[in-house]
């Protein structure tokens, strides 16, 4: 079981895939009771998504620890007075179907509003639930298009390139998560419940932060930098003598204590160099300025040096050398979930560590489908924990 401040919580989860069910799993890790209802025979569609281990999704168990599973058909009479009296005792409902679903089951929020008066209703969908393109489907390659990300990824000139990990599904479902919390303290001053609608393509254009800066003052449209910042220099990954480092000095006294631990203060003093405008300007002569030296050796003894001289700085690591980083271990980002069939199996910890709760270093397992099913149906929330 996960103690946190949401413990006591009680969530109907509606959600598939990736955005909702990601906001889900982090009100299980902060101690909500979180019941996953699922379609019949095939539940969530992410249980058919890879890697497999041993026949069951490593995907799907890496978004839907510690929830509770029943299987319900919410177009069958039966199983949806089942669904009505969970949402009659629960504090949420998260969703994340297409505008208009809901509306089609006769879920939508004036009549959810009507019955369930308490009842929180989180709908998380591609566009939300206004606007011209409220009704499409829409996936998280489909949003970072369409949301400018990919307009700004990857190399000057290379082909349109999505993130490398699904930014379009996460920050919708962190966003969900941070609305809930601010739907939470409202109901609880007021007695009022509340609709929360969060769009993907919204959470796109929210995250785009120094783009949108950048086109607002010059009048263009950014484009793809590589790794390099487009308002700060030195601030992008250069190479060694092996591997690739990113330094990251974001002032003038950042960059003079860099040019001295590399090696090469008179870079400071170069009246190319002297400002953070002058360092943008002629970004491309400072970076072969700077890797004329960088190559001479290693990236372990360039780290080693730039880190003691106080300029952010570090390695470019894969995701088993993040793994077994000593610091991300320290900080319980590497947590394990024992499951029944696969034995134990490691997962991405919960990056909010609050000072009144232990940070666990285990969590439940993902369900099974309807695994909870004929308990949920007997007693409802009932004893049901994380």
């Not at 041993?54 to 299987?71: C, D, E, P, Q, T």
């Not at 939508?108 to 011209?132: C, E």
């Not at 409202?186 to 919204?202: N, S, W, Y």
């Amino acid at each position: 079981m996960i103690d946190g401040p949401y413990r006591g919580l009680k969530v109907v989860d509606l959600t598939r895939v990736l955005a909702g069910p990601y906001c889900t799993m982090m009100l299980a890790d902060l101690g909500a009771t979180v019941i996953k209802v699922e379609t019949p025979k095939t539940g969530d569609d992410a249980r058919h998504i890879g890697p497999f281990i041993k026949g069951k999704s490593a995907y799907f168990m890496s978004l839907n620890r510690g929830k509770h599973s029943i299987a319900l058909d919410l177009k069958a009479p039966d199983d949806r007075e089942v669904f009505e009296r969970l949402l009659g005792e629960a504090d949420l409902l998260v969703e994340n179907y297409r505008g208009g679903t809901m509306e089609k089951l006769k879920y939508d929020w004036p009549s959810l509003h009507a019955r369930f008066p308490k009842l929180i209703y989180v709908a998380i969908s591609g566009f939300g639930h206004t606007g011209p393109y409220k009704t499409k489907p829409a996936y998280d390659m489909v949003v970072q298009g369409m949301g400018g990300v990919m307009s700004l990824t990857g190399h000057e000139g290379s082909p349109p390139t999505r993130v490398g990990t699904s930014i379009g599904d996460i920050t919708a479902g962190l966003f969900a998560l941070s609305a809930i919390g601010t739907a939470l303290y409202h109901r609880e001053r007021t007695g009022e419940a509340q609709k929360i609608d969060v769009a993907m393509l919204d959470s796109q254009v929210a995250i785009l932060e120094n783009a949108i800066a950048r086109y607002v003052a010059t009048g263009k449209s950014p484009v793809p930098l590589g790794a390099r910042h487009p308002s700060i220099t030195p601030f992008a990954a250069f190479a060694t003598a092996d591997n690739p480092i990113i330094i990251a000095a974001g002032n003038n006294q950042l960059f003079a204590r860099l040019c001295t631990a590399i090696g090469a203060p008179a870079l400071a003093d170069d009246e190319r160099f002297k400002t953070n405008d002058q360092r943008n300007e002629n970004h491309t002569a400072l970076a072969n300025e700077m890797e004329r030296t960088l190559k001479t050796n290693t990236a372990a003894h360039w780290l080693n040096l730039i880190e003691q001289a106080g300029v952010p700085c570090g390695p470019i690591n894969n995701v088993a050398q993040v793994l077994a980083d000593p610091h991300v271990i320290a900080r319980n980002m590497v947590v394990t979930m024992q499951d029944p069939d696969i034995g134990e199996m490691k997962l991405a910890g919960n990056p909010m560590k609050l000072s009144a709760f232990a940070d666990s270093t285990t969590r439940p397992a993902s369900p099974k489908l309807d695994e909870s099913g004929d308990r949920i149906r007997k007693e409802g929330f009932g004893t049901l924990k994380t």
